[in-house]
C-alpha cells in the first residue's frame, strides 16, 4: 500500500523557518517524482514545488521560489521542504504528493499524503 | 499561466442525483492535460480522472470526465453518500507549474 505522511510543521514566527519531512513507502521512491502543494485556510489547492526522481529537475511557485528549497534523500526515502523567511501568507495545511510520471516537469498527482499544518502567526 | 476557474462554487443535491461540474480555461490546455481531484477536509486528496477523460485505478465508473480546449467537465452519475466533498480541476499542460481550479464543493441538499 502507498503511504505518504508529512511531518515537521508547527507555529512559526514571521520571517522564521520550518522544515517538512515526507516519509513514503509501499513504491520504490527512487523512480518517481515527488510535489508539495498547500491549502490555505478556507482557499484551494496551490502547487508549491516540484523535484524529480533524481533531483535533476527542480521547480517552484512564484510565490515561493528563493524561499523554499525542495530536496530528497533517495537513501532514506525522504522528501524534504526547507522554509525560510515565512510570511503570514505561507500558512496552511502541507501535502506531499507523488507524481504520476517520470519527467522533467510535474503532471498529474496519483497518491498524496493527509498533510500537515504549518501555521506563521506572531 | 493557465488559470481554471471551476463553477459552480457549490452544488447541493441529493444522493442519486447527477453532478455535473465545469472548468473552464483561460487558454487551451494542451493535449487535454488535465486531472480532476476529490478532497475530504481531513483526508488526502484522491485523483479521479487525468488526461481529460481517463479514470484513474480503482475510481469508480458513476465518475466520468469530458471536454477538451478550454472547456472541461466532471459528471458523477448517481451521487452516492461519500461522493459529498470538494472536487479540483488542475492542468499540466503548459509551463513547468501546475494550476488548480478554485474548486466545486458538492454539498447534500
Known amino acids: 500500500e502507498v503511504q505518504l505522511v508529512e511531518s515537521g510543521g508547527g507555529l512559526v514566527k514571521p520571517g522564521g523557518s520550518l522544515t517538512l519531512s515526507c516519509g513514503v513507502s509501499?513504491?520504490?521512491?527512487?523512480?518517481?517524482?515527488m510535489n508539495w502543494v498547500r491549502q490555505a485556510p478556507g482557499k484551494g489547492l496551490e502547487w508549491v514545488s516540484y523535484?524529480?526522481?533524481?533531483?535533476?529537475?527542480?521547480h517552484y511557485a512564484d510565490s515561493v521560489r528563493g524561499r523554499f528549497t525542495i530536496s530528497r534523500d533517495n537513501t532514506k526515502n525522504s522528501l524534504l521542504l526547507q522554509m525560510n523567511s515565512l510570511r503570514d501568507e505561507d500558512t496552511g495545511i502541507y501535502y506531499c504528493a507523488r507524481d504520476f510520471s517520470s519527467s522533467w516537469r510535474p503532471s498529474m498527482l496519483d497518491y498524496w499524503g493527509r498533510g500537515i499544518l504549518v501555521t506563521v502567526s506572531s | 499561466e493557465i488559470v481554471l476557474t471551476q463553477s459552480p462554487g457549490t452544488l447541493s443535491l441529493s444522493p442519486g442525483e447527477r453532478a455535473t461540474l465545469s472548468c473552464r480555461a483561460n487558454q487551451s490546455i494542451k493535449s487535454g492535460y488535465l486531472a480532476w481531484y476529490q478532497h475530504i477536509p481531513g483526508q488526502a486528496p484522491r485523483l479521479l480522472i487525468y488526461?481529460?477523460?481517463t479514470r484513474a485505478t480503482g475510481i469508480p465508473d458513476r465518475f466520468s470526465g469530458g471536454g477538451s480546449g478550454t472547456d472541461f467537465t466532471l459528471t458523477i452519475s448517481r451521487l452516492e453518500p461519500e461522493d459529498f466533498a470538494v472536487y479540483y480541476c488542475q492542468q499540466y499542460g503548459t509551463s513547468p507549474r501546475l494550476t488548480f481550479g478554485g474548486g466545486t464543493k458538492v454539498e447534500i441538499k
Open positions: 488526461g481529460a477523460s
Open positions: 523535484i524529480s526522481s533524481s533531483s535533476s529537475f527542480i
Open positions: 509501499g513504491f520504490t521512491f527512487t523512480t518517481y517524482a
